[in-house]
């Protein structure tokens, strides 16, 4: 993720959710695989940004305020969020219009619950949908967060996804010890700018 990637989506959070974030899943390292990242993410058990670039160069992705957990329906809150980064930089607020936040479905064999991770909009017209395979999905404007497609076509196909867990000191220290690459380690040269836009803490020399 780049730095100024890192301070849009920074922004918009709380300022202990924005102090530390630690790289879960990247498909370069763990493979196109639904099933490690689910495995991956267990280890945070907490909000969570997901980052996807398409094949048409686009970037793009959801803030997750809940853990990604097997569901047949919908399920989280008003703190998730979409947005765009490139080739515009914007933030999608839920509307209050529905209550489809998250969805999380893994090896259910109905058509009517298609297996992959989304946010807002309805069943297989999501805002963002990654199918289980994770090689396709697809975007569209929903009323849950409004704005428009974050893709070029409706259609998706991920060149980069990326899993951020979001780590608050406290809450879950253990995480924040175990894995690598925080959000501050890795921006640490750019602590004036960090301090700037709220993401760095003070107390951190």
């Given at each position: 993720?780049?730095?100024?990637?890192?301070?849009?989506?920074?922004?918009?959070?709380?300022?202990?959710?924005?102090?530390?974030?630690?790289?879960?899943?990247?498909?370069?390292?763990?493979?196109?695989?639904?099933?490690?990242?689910?495995?991956?993410?267990?280890?945070?058990?907490?909000?969570?940004?997901?980052?996807?670039?398409?094949?048409?160069?686009?970037?793009?992705?959801?803030?997750?305020?809940?853990?990604?957990?097997?569901h047949s329906n919908f399920y989280g809150d008003m703190k998730s969020f979409l947005f765009s980064l490139s080739p515009r930089a914007a933030l999608y607020r839920p509307t209050g219009a529905n209550s489809n936040m998250q969805w999380c479905a893994m090896n259910f064999m109905s058509a009517s619950v298609p297996n992959g991770l989304g946010f807002g909009g309805q069943v297989n017209h999501f805002g963002l949908f990654l199918s289980e395979s994770f090689d396709w999905g697809h975007s569209f404007e929903s009323v849950t967060y409004k704005g428009p497609r974050l893709s070029k076509t409706a259609d998706i196909f991920p060149e980069v996804i990326e899993c951020w867990g979001v780590v608050v000191k406290g809450n879950d220290q253990e995480t924040l010890n175990a894995v690598k690459g925080t959000v501050l380690e890795r921006f640490k040269e750019d602590r004036n700018l960090l301090n700037m836009v709220g993401i760095a803490n003070s107390s951190d020399q």
């Open positions: 993720m780049r730095k100024e990637y890192a301070w849009h989506i920074a922004g918009a959070l709380q300022q202990e959710e924005a102090q530390a974030w630690a790289l879960l899943y990247h498909n370069s390292v763990h493979g196109l695989s639904f099933n490690t990242f689910m495995g991956n993410l267990a280890v945070g058990r907490g909000p969570s940004i997901l980052l996807v670039k398409d094949k048409e160069g686009y970037i793009y992705g959801g803030y997750a305020s809940q853990p990604w957990e097997r």
